[in-house]
């Protein structure tokens, strides 16, 4: 737990490190916005962010809400970190900075609200709400920020964000376009830190949606913690090709959510820990590992999905009638994905979706058959009567930590 937020924290850390740099921040006020939630302030808002991109400083937002009907686009930052990245910032006062959008007839996916021309930039962005207001986003879709390059970064720090949508799941929080680069590396951070936050708190249908060319490392991630998302949401979708796509949830309360690459063979990787969920979907050969963690919808696994220490499998399975004192079995391979490993002897259990008869009973135990490990579960009938359960899900467990 500790290690994980180290990772997460370490991107907030730069960017609170730059904070004595930035002064005096560039107040959008001070370039004719007013905040009071009827004036249009997109020309104030967008002068105010190219002068703090040319200049290196933060873009601040007081209290107020600030009504914008168009993209705000940056220009390339002259504000570096160690590494030379490129860095923005742009902060508000808390759940008092509210951002209204109004109107974007003239903007589709995949362009952007908020578009930054620095490739491979590292955004900041804390301490405000960002909302559609009502406002019903079409199925094309809009997406919120929009950072081009190999391995862009947003990382957002008690930050809301609510979007009516009307189907479909175009709009992302960020989209990434890195274009034919051998290695790009795209990852979104959503921390909330404050005690009793207001904010932290998503509705969006995606949250990472990466548009690149196949081939290469290519590792797209999400990380949140202590975030809720009141949604369902994809996760992670990246429509040309991935090596590996990433999710690390820590003390978070989920919605029905999905980590869907779309590739030949990715690997989805996905770590839950201390938090709710109301539904999990893990596609492609991918690995979940999930501890203290309800989850309180369905659980549908991807190759390998680590539950608590358990590796589960599901199958559909229609089993036969089975007179009283028969048995019925059925083999279900158990895949070695990412260096999990299993063999005979490792504790197993069996469950399925149908209820069983009283003096009915599963076991389980792992087997080798035709040179493939799996589970054997076997359904035993002793209720003195013949049993014929319908088709349902079984679902085996394998202990491997």
């Known amino acids: 737990m500790t290690a994980t937020a180290n990772v997460f924290h370490s991107g907030i850390d730069r960017f609170r490190g730059l904070v004595e740099v930035r002064d005096p921040w560039v107040d959008v006020r001070d370039f004719g916005a007013r905040g009071d939630g009827v004036a249009d302030d997109t020309a104030a808002i967008r002068r105010a962010a190219d002068f703090a991109a040319r200049n290196g400083r933060t873009l601040y937002f007081p209290n107020g809400t600030y009504n914008i009907n168009g993209q705000i686009r940056f220009p390339p930052s002259t504000l570096q970190d160690v590494w030379t990245d490129p860095i923005y910032v742009i902060r508000g006062e808390g759940p008092g900075t509210k951002i209204v959008l109004t109107g974007f007839a003239g903007i589709t996916a995949p362009d952007a ?34 950072i081009p390059g190999s391995s862009p970064w947003l990382v957002l720090t008690d930050v809301g964000l609510y979007i009516d949508y009307a189907g479909g799941e175009v709009s992302a929080v960020l989209y990434a376009n890195p274009g034919a680069a051998a290695m790009w590396f795209p990852a979104l951070r959503i921390v909330g830190t404050k005690e009793s936050n207001t904010l932290s708190y998503v509705q969006w249908p995606r949250l990472l949606h990466v548009n690149g060319t196949s081939g290469g490392n290519k590792v797209p991630s999400v990380g949140l913690i202590n975030v809720s998302i009141v949604t369902d949401a994809t996760l992670i979708t990246d429509t040309a ?51 203290n963690t309800n989850v309180r919808g369905t659980l549908t696994p991807g190759d390998s999905t680590v539950v608590d220490g ?12 089975l007179n009283t004192g028969q048995y019925a ?73």
């Open 310 to 321: 358990w590796l589960v499998a599901r199958t559909t399975w229609d089993p036969p009638a």
């Open 241 to 291: 090709g991935a090596a590996t796509c990433t999710f690390t949830a820590v003390n978070c309360d989920l919605g029905s959510i999905a980590i869907r690459p779309r590739f030949v063979s990715p690997i989805a990787a996905c770590w839950i820990s201390d938090s709710l969920v109301s539904n999990l979907t893990v596609l492609g050969n991918g690995i979940a590992l999930i501890a």
């Open 113 to 146: 609200v908020f578009r930054f021309d620095s490739s491979g930039a590292i955004v900041y962005v804390s301490d405000m709400f960002i909302s559609s207001d009502g406002m019903i986003v079409a199925q094309n879709g809009i997406h919120l920020f929009h």
């Open 329 to 401: 079995t059925v083999f279900v391979p158990m895949p070695n994905t990412a260096g999990v490993l299993i063999g005979v002897g490792k504790t197993a259990r069996a469950a399925f979706s149908q209820q069983l008869p009283d003096g009915c009973m599963l076991t389980a135990d792992v087997v080798v058959s035709g040179g493939v490990t799996g589970v054997r579960a076997t359904l035993w009938n002793f209720s003195g009567t013949t049993v014929d359960l319908p088709s349902g899900v079984l679902t085996v467990y394998v202990k491997v930590i």
